[in-house]
């Protein structure tokens, strides 16, 4: 069973600054500011989204509508950066929070996993969706300043912001008449490495 998850806070700094965008795109005026930064938000929303992935620091929420009977709970959006709470709703309907000393967590796999304790076991949860809730951060560098954060992105994941970034400023539409737009597979190569497949 995979976990729904949802942004709870969005991230604490975009991949790219504003001023690495603009000397990409060969921008010299402040006139288009706003779009480049939306433009930045907009690409780095859809890499996350392909890659599963996670580039700067980040709050999610999974939910689960109950514990996983192989005793793995997955994380999606890596890599993982600490693990905020662990609640559940037990067979009377109280949310409870675990007891982080009770569990095991795999930061180094992707997806990232949660573990019952060696000799114990998922307690039993009311019959309810949702019924299980990990709040996360995940991203490349927890805290820092936002040129450490950006420097820890990997560069392909750059590289490849940059070229979205500018096909989207170049197209502002999303449909052109008479221009035959190629897609060029060496873009999606540069970030196959970084794919999380579950």
């Not at 010299?28 to 890659?51: F, G, Q, R, S």
């Not at 599963?52 to 709970?73: I, K």
């Not at 990232?112 to 809730?133: C, E, K, S």
Request: net charge negative; proline share 7%.
């Amino acid at each position: 069973m995979d976990p729904l998850v949802r942004r709870v806070a969005p991230a604490t700094n975009l991949p790219i600054s504003l001023d690495d965008a603009k000397r990409h795109l060969r921008v010299e005026h402040n006139d288009e500011d706003a779009l480049i930064l939306a433009l930045v938000a907009v690409a780095t929303a859809e890499l996350e989204t392909v890659l599963g992935r996670t580039l700067c620091e980040t709050t999610w929420q999974a939910s689960l509508d109950a514990f996983p009977q192989d005793d793995a709970l997955f994380l999606p959006m890596v890599p993982l950066l600490t693990l905020d709470a662990l609640a559940h709703y037990d067979e009377t309907g109280l949310l409870t929070m675990f007891d982080m000393n009770a569990i095991i967590v795999d930061a180094v796999s992707e997806p990232a996993r949660i573990l019952p304790a060696p000799g114990t076991t998922w307690p039993a949860t009311q019959a309810r969706p949702n019924a299980v809730l990990v709040t996360y951060k995940a991203g490349y560098k927890l805290g820092g300043s936002t040129a450490e954060q950006q420097a820890a992105v990997p560069p392909e994941a750059v590289a490849w912001l940059k070229l979205r970034i500018g096909a989207l400023y170049t197209h502002r539409e999303s449909w052109t008449v008479g221009d035959k737009l190629n897609d060029n597979p060496f873009i999606d190569r540069l970030i196959d490495g970084l794919r999380v497949y579950a």
